[in-house]
T-cell receptor, first 112, second 115 residues
Framework: QKEVEQNSGPLSVPEGAIASLNCTYS??????FFWYRQYSGKSPELIMF????GDKEDGRFTAQLNKASQYVSLLIRDSQPSDSATYLC????????????FGKGTRLSVIA | GAVVSQHPSRVICKSGTSVKIECRSL??????MFWYRQFPKQSLMLMAT?????????EQGVEKDKFLINHASLTLSTLTVTSAHPEDSSFYIC???????????FGSGTRLTVV
């Protein structure tokens, strides 16, 4: 059974600090890796995706992938109170006809 | 972009009635859409994969006769919760992926409350 594991948190960081969110997955055949942000009562919104080993940066966000360790992480630099949300790690194949497998999410709280 | 519209955003219905939720891909064609359910403080749970022109594929434990899925066109999938009961109260979200577009796009979700 394909599984995606995340620490549920809450993860509390002070404003301006770096928030580090981690995720592991069980299916070695996974090809695509996503981070979604979900505010309470809202649907998830895509913030980062990564397909290859290494780092990928987009603004304050950096996704890191290590396929050998089956590990994905998301770093948020200069954390802001507006970053407070639940972050969902999702893993899938490159085919658009297969669903993503989601972790349970990590709740991040950025303290002003 | 890849926009997915979901309607209604909120619905309250009486126990025993049926509710239909629509999911539309606005600027792309989606041969496949996914339906998720999310209970408070829990993660997304995949209910079914909706395939245009064919039967949906349901996840284990999801009652196909209770959650009817119809994907009659390349831009519209509907989820009908039949004979709803209070335990069906949840946040229902659809999702689709535009070919060539990174990431799966989610609809805005439907908050269903059964009283």
């Amino acid at each position: 059974q394909k599984e995606v594991e995340q620490n549920s948190g809450p993860l509390s960081v002070p404003e301006g600090a770096i928030a580090s969110l981690n995720c592991t997955y069980s299916d070695r055949g996974s090809q695509s890796f996503f981070w979604y942000r979900q505010y309470s009562g809202k649907s998830p919104e895509l913030i980062m995706f990564i397909y290859s080993n290494g780092d990928k940066e987009d603004g304050r966000f950096t996704a890191q992938l290590n396929k050998a360790s089956q590990y994905v992480s998301l770093l948020i630099r200069d954390s802001q109170p507006s970053d407070s949300a639940t972050y969902l790690c999702a893993v899938g194949l490159n085919s658009g006809n297969t669903p993503l497998v989601f972790g349970k999410g990590t709740r991040l709280s950025v303290i002003a | 972009g890849a926009v997915v519209s979901q309607h209604p955003s909120r619905v309250i219905c009486k126990s025993g009635t049926s509710v239909k939720i629509e999911c539309r891909s606005l600027d792309f064609q989606a041969t496949t859409m996914f339906w998720y359910r999310q209970f408070p403080k829990q993660s997304l749970m995949l209910m079914a994969t909706s395939n245009e022109g064919s039967k949906a594929t349901y996840e284990q434990g999801v009652e196909k006769d209770k959650f009817l899925i119809n994907h009659a066109s390349l831009t519209l999938s509907t989820l009908t919760v039949t004979s709803a009961h209070p335990e069906d109260s949840s946040f229902y979200i659809c999702s689709a992926r535009r070919q060539g577009f990174d990431g799966y796009t989610f609809g805005s979700g439907t908050r269903l409350t059964v009283v």
